[in-house]
Nanobody, 123 residues
Framework: QVQLAESGGGLVQPGGSLRLSCATSGSTAGSMSWFRQAPWKEREFVASTTSSGGLSYYADSVKGRFTISRDSIRRPAYLQMNNLKPEDTAVYYC??????????????????WGQGTEVTVSS
């Protein structure tokens, strides 16, 4: 079992930055990811990293603006979001799985999810 708790969401103006955190407890997660879900849309992949941040993957829509990091398997995972756009507005969810996953993941490959943190990009 892996317990996850996100924090760091909020209201930010276009072009601004936020850093989301995902604290973990329980078993060690082999891979951790961020997904997001905007109103009236399906949940979509944002970024993923393996244990200790060895391999990282990003959705095309966030490449060059978002950075996922994880210093060690016992430390939180972070999502640094820069140059935010209104279309980044969504509830952001942290997800984890026990086994390491290589490649861009799907939501159904993760067994553990946080409660979500809301990000609103608006002037």
């Amino acid at each position: 079992q892996v317990q996850l708790a996100e924090s760091g969401g909020g209201l930010v103006q276009p072009g601004g930055s936020l850093r989301l955190s995902c604290a973990t407890s329980g078993s060690t997660a082999g891979s951790m990811s961020w997904f997001r879900q905007a109103p009236w849309k399906e949940r979509e992949f944002v970024a993923s990293t393996t244990s200790s941040g060895g391999l990282s993957y990003y959705a095309d829509s966030v490449k060059g603006r978002f950075t996922i990091s994880r210093d060690s398997i016992r430390r939180p995972a972070y999502l640094q979001m820069n140059n935010l756009k209104p279309e980044d507005t969504a509830v952001y969810y942290c997800a984890a799985r026990l086994n390491r996953l290589v490649g861009v993941p799907r939501a159904d490959q993760f067994a553990y999810w946080g409660q979500g943190t809301e990000v609103t990009v608006s002037s």
